[in-house]
């Protein structure tokens, strides 16, 4: 296998191009501090958006991933939502993964090329944004017309109830369950994050739908996991020249706002309201890698479209992806918005009463 590094290249980064990555890198933040997933199925899109090469948005996402999921997870640890020993767990589990992804990514890239890459991260993208997007919104939808209170799925109750030694007992959590289970969800999320930089979306419902813990303790502890896998992740990623320091920079400075940002918002919203961000962003950007799928095809020749139409599409995807950005922050601000007013609103009410 020939060093991966040598064929890869930077973009040139225009005002607008830094600018972009900067909001880029703030709904990201916001995103990951709110939902917990990290915020990469937003960031790696958009760097790809601007041309940055899959493995270079992938590795760069990764390496300012562990400095925003410190301070994001340090943040929400303080209003008692993250569970350390869950995530210690399933971060050990998912080094594992991280490992084995990045191995995958780089037997990708010398195969079949950049072009191979980029339509390799662009499909994992879509299938599991589609599939893990849908089922949480649909999920999300469920508990809303229940009246907002989240059930433990069946899936959780039935594994929870197996006495599989080690058998183990998360406090913040308040879940008893086999580390056995907790092996495959972790393992998942750390081969997904070295694939194509999001390892939340899998490790978040796999802690709510596998493990039994609630949205509120899933979303917050992920940042322990993605701290852990970031860190490691990354010296394995710049090992091959993989990480573009200016684009890890400029996303970071912009998250580093956001998270912080939208760790607060946890504290304002029901817990549903976490899916329902989750899934909507999810199934937005998953339409917008959709559309850039036929440029890598006709690039490896397995397809034939047009210039035209490619341009068209590669446009569309951005204007869509920059919607989703758009969207995903207009939720948990307007949810932000509206429940400090109702809590402002209930205040002045009960000094009323008085």
């Not at 990555?21 to 958009?46: D, E, H, R």
């Not at 210039?307 to 995903?328: D, H, N, P, V, Y």
Request: hydrophobic share 55%.
């Amino acid at each position: 296998m020939h060093d991966v590094g040598t064929s890869v290249q930077f973009i040139d980064l225009t005002l607008m191009s830094i600018l972009f990555l900067f909001v880029v890198g703030f709904i990201g933040g916001l995103v990951s501090g709110f939902i917990g997933s990290g915020g990469a199925f937003v960031l790696t899109p958009g760097m790809m958006s601007l041309g940055v090469p899959g493995t270079v948005a992938v590795a760069s996402n990764m390496c300012h991933k562990f400095p925003k999921a410190m301070v994001g997870a340090y943040k929400r640890w303080k209003y008692g939502q993250v569970d350390l020993k869950l995530g210690l767990v399933m971060a050990a589990s998912a080094g594992v993964g991280v490992w084995i992804g990045i191995q995958l990514q780089e037997w990708v890239l010398a195969k079949w090329g950049q072009a191979g890459s980029n339509l390799y991260v662009s499909l994992s993208f879509v299938i599991i944004l589609v599939v893990v997007g849908g089922y949480v919104f649909f999920d999300a939808w469920k508990t809303s017309r229940s009246g907002g209170e989240e059930k433990v799925s069946p899936l959780a109750t039935w594994l929870q109830s197996i006495n599989l030694p080690p058998m183990i007992y998360f406090k913040t959590a308040n879940v008893r369950i086999s580390v056995w289970f907790t092996i495959p969800v972790g393992f998942a999320t750390g081969m997904l994050a070295a694939t194509i930089a999001v390892g939340g979306f899998i490790g978040v419902p796999g802690m709510i739908y596998v493990v039994g813990a609630g949205g509120l303790v899933s979303s917050a502890t992920e940042l322990v996991v993605a701290f852990v896998m970031g860190f490691f992740g990354t010296i394995k990623w710049a090992m091959h020249g993989q990480v573009d320091i200016r684009l890890t920079l400029l996303i970071l400075a912009g998250s580093l706002f956001g998270v912080q940002l939208g760790a607060i918002g946890t504290t304002y919203v029901k817990e549903h309201m976490i899916k329902v961000v989750m899934g909507s962003i999810m199934l937005i950007v998953a339409v917008s890698r959709g559309l850039a799928v036929p440029r890598y095809l006709t690039e490896l020749k397995l397809i034939s479209v047009g210039e035209t139409t490619l341009s068209i599409m590669g446009t569309a995807s951005f204007i869509i992806m920059c919607f989703a950005l758009s969207f995903g922050a207009l939720i948990i601000l307007g949810a932000m918005w509206k429940a400090k007013r109702a809590e402002t609103a209930a205040k002045k009410a009960g000094f009323a009463s008085i």
